[in-house]
């Protein structure tokens, strides 16, 4: 049986690298011609530095182990069945079935390799890409001058004794300055009390910003009869705010890039804070189930075995396999949209295609292994 397993695991593995490898060839250009319109321009900050080709390709690199997380159940599917596939057209399998390989062995051998690809995609998602993708945004950063957080910015809330603040930072350059920061204090009524805007601002270490030419309104509404705004313009300013760089830089990453403990704790801050979550809690459950996924694609491709191929018959099967995993790929992120917009459960919008394509796979089973 060991030899069985190690036979099966060894052109598993082969098939499956070599089909992230052609995807992950596919992207890299993709990638790489996006940021061909950005080559020769000087950065804001340095205009000595010029984003060359070099650059590019780094940056282009950075970004593959998230390639690699988002395609790796794909290629897992895809390697499987044209192994599974191959062995079936050849008469191999049939002589591995004689052999004592028979469908629940068959089942369990291939779940034991869906755990290494499981253990795989967690360890890339969770550590490498966010790692590799921050990195990749700073780098940019430094031709850009900085890191945009979106066309609205950073939005972030903290609640205080006696005020509540709403925060917004709209953009992040790579020494951690802020840019364009804005602050609306509110008090327990949640009427308005005071805005600040500030062309930059610093995080320091003692639980404070530095805020730099500052634009300060104070509303004073003591009186309906006297109501007044005082205006001040101010150089420079300290806020004190609980509120870190690393929840800021929170925002370089895409949510489903964040690391599972980074998620959870920004999740915490969110709801502490009186904020909706609910984006951020379908990404968390998502981290959690798709590398699972894994499972169900090895499952899925399993009935692939004990199919009948004619000659030249395989390619087919195997383009079947390529829209199966381009469908669940597709249904995964419709999911976490639909989720969103209508209130699901975090943890159901994140497991339904997972559910769905298990039940497909093991009727699938059921009916090609089992029964047949």
């Known amino acids: 049986m060991k030899t069985i397993r190690r036979l099966i695991y060894w052109e598993i593995l082969l098939a499956t690298g070599f089909v992230l490898l052609a995807f992950l060839s596919l992207f890299f250009f993709f990638d790489f011609v996006e940021e061909l319109s950005s080559l020769g321009k000087p950065s804001r900050l340095e205009p000595d530095v010029i984003y060359e080709v070099r650059h590019a390709l780094l940056y282009v690199g950075l970004l593959m182990p998230s390639r690699v997380y988002e395609l790796l159940p794909i290629s897992v599917l895809i390697g499987t069945i044209a192994v599974l596939a191959r062995l079936a057209q ?12 028979g469908p629940w062995k068959a089942l ?5 390799l869906g755990l290494i690809f499981v253990v795989v995609t967690f360890a890339v998602g969770d550590y490498v890409a966010p790692l590799a993708d921050k990195t ?3 780098l940019k950063a430094r031709y850009q001058g900085r890191i945009s957080l979106g066309q609205t910015g ?3 809330k903290e609640r205080q004794l006696y005020s509540n603040f709403s925060v917004n930072v709209g953009s992040l350059s790579p020494k951690g300055e802020l840019g364009e920061v804005r602050i ?10 005071s805005t600040l805007e500030a062309a930059q601002g610093q995080i320091e270490a003692d639980e404070s910003w530095t805020l730099r030419k500052v634009l300060r309104r104070e509303f004073d509404t003591a009186g309906q009869m006297s109501a ?15 509120i870190t760089a690393e929840m800021v830089s929170v925002a370089l990453l895409k949510p489903e890039r964040m690391r599972t403990t980074d998620l959870y704790a920004y999740i915490q801050h969110l709801e502490s804070n ?20 894994c499972l169900v694609m090895v499952v899925l491709a399993l009935p692939f075995a004990y199919l009948h191929f004619r000659s030249g018959g395989i390619t087919g099967y195997v383009f079947g396999g390529v829209m199966i995993g381009i469908s669940f790929f597709l249904l995964n992120n419709v999911f976490g949209y639909i989720g969103n917009l209508n209130q699901w459960q975090p943890w159901f919008a994140a497991a339904s295609p997972s559910i769905i394509y298990s039940l497909v796979s093991l009727g699938a089973f059921g009916w090609l292994v089992l029964r047949r």
């Open 228 to 242: 007044r705004i005082l205006r001040s313009d101010l150089e420079t300013f300290r806020w004190p705010s609980t």
């Open 184 to 193: 609306f204090e509110f008090d327990n009524q949640g009427l308005l009390v």
């Open 274 to 293: 009186g904020q909706t979550a609910q984006r951020y809690e379908i990404e968390f459950w998502r981290k959690v189930f798709y590398p699972l996924s």
């Open 108 to 112: 369990r051998t291939l779940l034991g």
């Open 154 to 156: 950073a939005w972030l």
């Open 90 to 101: 050849t008469s191999e399998y049939t002589i591995l079935r004689t052999s004592g390989l």
């Open 136 to 138: 990749a945004q700073l």
